[in-house]
């Protein structure tokens, strides 16, 4: 199977040629098709399987036409959870359209919005936007959605993690009817699935088509994963043995809070080892300097919240270690996917303390075998984590957004919130955009 075998012009086939893609992924060869027919697409695709391209290629397809554009309109629309990836997504787009006369931009939080609106004044084929930053513009009337015809929610089920629900359904509301929905998310929860109803009724009796490329229990072959058991106040010396006794090239260190983070920064600095974090409360231009200095490899050891998983994309990265056991599976395998990407190899490093027990029993469950174990010379255990119980089911699972009721009072309720609600969408609009 070729591009070209799937009903894209030779502009765009020239473009994925230049940037070394040969055949399409499963991801791609299953969406392409689909969205080039109209019909809307709901797909279940884990992180560095290609999913942008699966959506991005099709939508230059339709839009490869003599079209003029009116000031302030957009034709797609691209939402994304995190700065990071309207970033990273924009760049692609830029990259599979630059033999195409059609023109893109990103918006997001964290930088001036008087130049996002003056770029937006002549109109744009294709706009990725962060949810906050989108709502700010259309706030003060500079886009407009009349003429929109495709709608992407990328990374759907982060969206939902983050808190955007009520800021997806607020977007929806302002967008026409006869448009394209498309959908794509690493996994499918039941609030990812009630908004998926809610994005697809605009086409009554034209159901969305189902895709999954993501089975349920799964990592690629091409990760080798293992762990440490270590206790708590041992872990950041560890983390620097592992890096200096295994001359580690390159890792992204996997943390769950922002103090954590720059903890662990000055920790490793103390002990000669050169290091940098990526949270919320970096200015986006300082993040930006900091992921351009990683990518470019003159940063070697990048610590980030979790948060930050799928807005890293680098095509060879050698390593990732989790400092931190995340609560979900799902969000262990989103991490561990940043590394072994495109048929290359990685590995993924896990430190493992007595009180991730539970954590580690989900995520072996959910992987269906048990991660090897290591022991390092020098770091003896005082609190031992026992060996994981592979159908252990969680009594009390994290908390998750419920699925917003579809009932005209609630459509119609934009005003009065929770004060958490509020809370949290604050709160990420002034972190993510």
């Keep these: 199977m070729t591009f070209s075998s799937l009903g894209l012009c030779d502009s765009i086939v020239k473009a994925t040629e230049q940037l070394g893609f040969t055949s399409p992924t499963p991801i791609q060869n299953q969406a392409i098709p689909i969205i080039l027919s109209g019909k809307d697409l709901i797909a279940t695709a884990q992180t560095g399987t290609g999913k942008t391209a699966a959506f991005t290629l099709p939508i230059l397809e339709s839009f490869n036409k003599e079209r003029k554009l009116r000031g302030k309109r957009i ?9 990071e990836l309207a970033v990273q997504v924009a760049a692609h787009v830029k990259e599979y359209s630059q033999h195409l006369k059609l023109c893109s931009l990103a918006v997001y939080g964290g930088v001036d919005i008087q130049h996002q609106k003056e770029r937006l004044i002549e109109g744009v084929d294709i706009l990725v936007a962060t949810p906050g930053r989108l709502l700010d513009l259309a706030h003060q009337r500079a886009l407009h959605f009349d003429e929109l015809e495709v709608l992407v929610l990328d990374e759907a089920d982060r969206m939902v993690d983050m808190g955007f629900v009520d800021d997806i359904y607020k977007i929806i509301e302002r967008l026409p009817e006869n448009r394209q929905n498309l959908l794509f998310s690493a996994t499918m929860n039941d609030t990812v699935r009630a908004i998926a109803n809610e994005f697809t009724d605009s086409k009554i009796g034209k159901p969305a088509v189902e895709i999954s490329t993501s089975p349920k229990a799964t990592s ?17 010396a ?17 943390i769950e809070k922002k103090h954590g983070a720059a903890k662990l920064v000055d920790q490793l600095a103390k002990r000669d080892i050169k290091a940098n974090a990526i949270h ?22 990048l610590v980030a919240t979790g948060v930050a998983a799928r807005g890293i994309d680098i095509g060879e990265l050698s390593r990732v270690v989790n400092y931190d056991l995340p609560f979900k599976p799902e969000e262990y395998i989103h991490r561990i996917g940043r590394t072994g990407r495109a048929g290359a190899t990685g590995e993924a490093i896990s430190l493992v303390s ?4 539970k954590n580690l029993c989900a995520i072996e469950s959910r992987l269906d075998h048990l991660i090897d174990r290591k022991e390092v010379e020098g770091f003896p255990v005082r609190k031992v984590v026992p060996i994981s119980i592979l159908n252990y089911v ?20 934009t005003t009065k919130k ?16």
């Design 238 to 254: 560890l983390l620097s043995h592992l890096i200096k006794e295994y001359n580690w090239d390159q890792a992204l260190i996997f």
């Design 280 to 301: 919320g409360d970096k200015s986006q231009a300082m993040r930006e300097k900091i992921l351009a200095d990683f990518k470019s490899g003159k940063l070697k050891y």
């Design 394 to 413: 969680r009594k009390s699972k994290a908390p998750s957004p419920k699925p917003r009721p579809k009932t005209e009072k609630h459509k119609n309720k």
């Design 354 to 357: 007595w009180g991730d027990f």
């Design 418 to 433: 929770s004060k958490h609600s509020k809370d949290g969408d604050r709160q990420n609009r002034d972190i993510w955009g």
């Design 75 to 83: 034709r797609a629309l691209i939402i994304t959870p995190t700065r």
């Design 220 to 236: 690629a072959e091409s990760i080798k994963q293992w762990l440490i058991t270590v206790d708590k106040d041992t872990k950041s």
